[in-house]
Nanobody, 119 residues
Framework: QVQLIESGGGLVQAGGSLRLSCAAS????????MGWFRQVPGKEREVVAR????????YYADSVKGRFTISKDNAKLTVDLQMNSLKPEDTAVYYC????????????WGQGTQVTVSS
C-alpha cells in the first residue's frame, strides 16, 4: 500500500499564491506517476497536473498552464504544486494521487485539502 498525505491548502485572495505538498510513504517504489486533481461539489474530479517519478515528464491542464508548477523530490518522496495567480474558479478540494503502471490509472489517493480563493 501507498499512503499519500496532502498539506498546504487554505484561504487566499484572488491573485495570491499557495503551495500544496504531497508526502508519499509505504510501498512508494511501485508508483509511476504522481498527479494533482481537484474537485468541486457537483462536478467531476479533474486532473490539474501530473509528473513521473522517473524522467519527470510533466502535464498541465490548460486551465492552470503558466500559473501552476508541479515539482518532485525523489529523495523526500514529495510532490508539490505551486499555485500562483489564483482565481476564484481554482477553489476546490485538491487531491494527490499515484499510479503504478501508467499516467492515467490512479490507484492511491490522499484525503484532499481545501483551497478557497476569494474574489
Amino acid at each position: 500500500q501507498v499512503q499519500l498525505i496532502e498539506s498546504g491548502g487554505g484561504l487566499v485572495q484572488a491573485g495570491g499564491s499557495l503551495r500544496l505538498s504531497c508526502a508519499a510513504s509505504g510501498r512508494t517504489s511501485v508508483t509511476f506517476t504522481m498527479g494533482w486533481f481537484r474537485q468541486v461539489p457537483g462536478k467531476e474530479r479533474e486532473v490539474v497536473a501530473r509528473i513521473r517519478w522517473s524522467g519527470g515528464t510533466i502535464y498541465y491542464a490548460d486551465s492552470v498552464k503558466g500559473r501552476f508548477t508541479i515539482s518532485k523530490d525523489n529523495a523526500k518522496l514529495t510532490v508539490d504544486l505551486q499555485m500562483n495567480s489564483l482565481k476564484p474558479e481554482d477553489t476546490a478540494v485538491y487531491y494527490c494521487a499515484a499510479t503504478i503502471t501508467n499516467d492515467y490509472d490512479y490507484r492511491f489517493w490522499g484525503q484532499g485539502t481545501q483551497v478557497t480563493v476569494s474574489s
